[in-house]
């Protein structure tokens, strides 16, 4: 085994490898031409197999089959690029793209035909700085022919190439580079054979830069355009999801706000009833007693009412400059006001000089109420709810700690869902209404478990200027 000969059967593997490649990309719908490119590459490395023998000293009962086979193969593979390079274009071949490839299919099948274009003498080419000997089978005059033939369909492949440069999608930088390697070799192997070089045989090698320039070009694009496809197909899913979830929630909406508008009359009629009572004395312990229970009853379906209608028919935030410490200070007093049998006292802190916020006020006031009054119902009365502030990556981070249950395991990809509660008095819409305040502020919410027991919800905002509305 000498050099050539290593060359030649590395240049039939990698044909092969590409063959192979190209035929599984062919099963694409828009790659359909790599058909022509996986049989080229087979029918390339055929003729590097048929050339093995050249690089060998064998007898002329084993060169001359060979021979004719690599001539034979050289012609079938001019035809089948020639079709690759029309169906990478999209269409059908023109008049002279059918001649060449007539032209190609007939040389190919004399040359198999003993004595027509390959006789049955053998000659010996040394090449002495490499120490190898080529031994050739003697091409006829029509042999000679099929090689100039040969010789000027590739010249014409390239030219053509070179003119479509900017109009042929698929590689043209690839195509150019190949076929400019394929000329170059095939020049040196025609000055070669006829003795005016002594230069070793490289048309193996032009056939594997063509074959890996543009099975690889065409390779990486495939590879692309799949990545881009599972892409597009993750954001069309998404997507979809996302509608989906948005008709649930759209039908939910006008379904509580329809509720809402139906309980909220019979509500101001037991408003105005509780206060028209109040006025009047009543001097048994139990009216009062009653009373109270109407008056708290009648809070308690006011704040679903207000849920409902602030989940239903969200508005657009109205951002202004915000400073977001008075924001929850103003929040942790409402809480404290009116929540009855709330813990003694919030645990403030605020260290840091925090910046002007861009956010709606009155939105960004209700989410932090929100986990503030969770807080407090999940908190022993004997200790306080802990909010703290802070800074981290240009938001605004406002956390509410408890020291309650926590949040169960199973329970905890659903608190933020619309409608679940763990409680039987609660609505199930306070944290969705924060996760919407804070997903319109472009911010997210988030809980994690507090160490020692407990849970711990996260409010993040942008800081920045007011928005232009």
């Known amino acids: 085994m000498n050099p050539a000969s290593t060359l030649t059967i590395v240049s039939s593997v990698l044909a092969v490898a590409i063959a192979l490649l190209a035929w599984g990309v062919a099963r694409a719908p828009s790659y359909r031409a790599m058909r022509y490119l996986a049989v080229s590459s087979l ?3 055929c003729f590097s197999l048929a050339n093995i023998g050249v690089t060998l000293t064998a007898r002329a009962s084993v060169l001359v089959p ?32 059918r001649g060449l490839s007539l032209g190609a299919l007939a040389f190919g099948l004399a040359a198999l035909v003993p004595g027509w274009l390959v006789s049955n003498e053998v000659l010996s080419r040394p090449v002495p700085w490499l120490g190898l000997v080529y031994t050739d ?6 042999g000679m022919a099929c090689y100039f033939y040969y010789w000027f369909s590739l010249a014409s492949l390239l030219v053509k190439y070179v003119v479509d440069r900017r109009t042929v999608a698929l590689a043209p930088r690839a195509h150019i580079l190949g076929f400019s390697a394929l000329v170059i070799t095939g020049l040196n192997d025609s000055l070669a054979a006829s003795g005016v070089t002594r230069l070793p045989y490289l048309l193996d090698v032009g056939l594997s830069v063509l074959v890996l320039s543009v099975g690889g070009a065409l390779t990486a694009r495939f590879v692309s355009e799949a990545r881009a496809r599972e892409v597009a197909v993750s954001q069309l899913r998404d997507a979809q999801a996302e509608l989906v979830a948005r008709e649930r929630l759209a039908a939910v909406g006008e379904l509580s706000a329809v509720v809402a508008h139906e309980v909220r009359n ?14 009047v004395p009543i001097e048994a312990v139990s009216g009062h007693r009653l009373l109270s229970i109407v008056q708290e009853e009648s809070h308690r379906l006011n704040r679903i009412v207000t849920d409902l209608l602030d989940f239903s028919r969200p508005q657009p935030p109205q951002r202004r400059a915000t400073s977001m410490p008075q924001l929850v200070a103003t929040a942790i007093d409402a809480v404290s006001t009116a929540s009855e049998g709330a813990p003694e006292a919030f645990d403030f802190e605020c260290t840091d000089d925090f910046p002007s916020v861009s956010c709606d006020p009155h939105m960004v006031r209700q989410a932090v109420i929100n986990l503030l009054q969770n807080a407090v119902q999940a908190t022993a009365r004997s200790r306080p709810v802990r909010v703290r502030m802070a800074l981290a990556a240009g938001r605004v981070e406002v956390r509410v700690i408890d020291d309650g249950a926590g949040v169960a395991p199973e329970v905890a990809s659903k608190v933020f869902a619309p409608f679940f ?8 819409l306070g944290l969705s209404i924060v996760q919407r305040v804070a997903e319109l502020h472009g911010g997210d919410v988030s809980h994690e478990p507090t160490p020692g027991g407990g849970a711990t919800f996260v409010l993040r905002l942008r800081c920045g200027a007011p928005e232009a509305a």
Do not use: D, Y
Not at 137 to 142: E, I, K, L, N, Q
């Open 137 to 142: 089978a003697v091409p006829t005059p029509a």
């Open 421 to 428: 509660t763990t409680r039987a008095m609660g609505t199930g």
């Open 266 to 279: 019979p509500l101001a009629i037991i408003f105005n009833a509780v206060a028209g009572l109040r006025k």
């Open 43 to 45: 029918l390339a490395a």
């Open 66 to 97: 060979l021979g004719r086979v690599s001539l034979s193969m050289a012609s079938f593979w001019g035809a089948g690029w020639t079709a690759f390079g029309a169906a990478q274009r999209g269409r059908r071949m023109t008049r002279f793209e």
